[in-house]
């Protein structure tokens, strides 16, 4: 492994996150937050509703005491940076893209004590993941999406130059993130497949992208960037508790099999939606 998977996910969240920055205005930023309809239903959604049904999954599937404790935990923690692999994309709502990921990755510290509470087969309680949590919420979104807006005001001729070069980055980054992981992901699914372990994931992954396209208004890119990341959960925040809080167990497999599973489904949605706004375009008469 020639780049730990951990660094090269920070680096390309840093990067996106610079990148909207330079691309948005703080006041575009506000003014989805001041969208309470849509804000509160994004919360409901990502806090009670996928939880309950990963609940009702874990509950309907013979799994182990391990996939089901990971299961639980992949439903309850929202707000993963990995969508922003492809909700960066988005050409009218970058503004959206980043406040949702700033705003799901803030809620993900309120719903990471809760969970390793209520789960049964916690080993031991420690803090240490949700100040690890925080601390990347500091470094890799907050700053450097402050550090795009700065620069886009101060010097917004150098701004417009850099944000093709930073795309360009950010997707190297996270195929050479895949590509380095991809030994891992797949000893993760040999692991813990059986049970209906596999299928129980893919189903929370289709019912949450399902819920967050049914949540996201009219606006077909809204939808868009709820679907994905609403269906991808944080499965970095869920190793950080599996390892500190689940000492000797293989509940750190699943989030890495859902790792598996969220990127190519989010893939092949993507792919299907850009050929749909090709064939429906937005203003039909």
Known sequence: MLIRPLVLLNAFVAVVMFSIGLRTKGGELLNIVRDRALLVRTLLANCILIPAIGYLLVHAFPLNPDAAAGILLLAAIPGTPIALQFTRLAKTRLAFTATMTFVLSLMSIVMTPLVIEAIPQTGQRSERPVLLLIANIALYIAVPLCAGLWSARRVPAIASKLAMPLSVIATVAFLFLMWETRIV?????????????????????????????????????????????????????????????FLGTNVFMVPIVYLSLMVPTNLL???AFIGWQKLRPTNVT
């Open 185 to 245: 992901r797949r000893s993760a699914f040999n692991a813990i497949r059986g049970g209906g372990t596999v299928l129980a994931m893919f189903l929370l992954l289709l019912l949450a992208m399902l819920i967050g396209w049914l949540i996201g208004g009219p606006e077909r890119e809204t939808r868009r960037i709820l679907a994905t990341s609403t269906g991808m959960r944080n499965v970095i925040v869920v190793l950080y508790v599996a390892r500190y809080c």
């Open 269 to 271: 949605f993507h792919l």
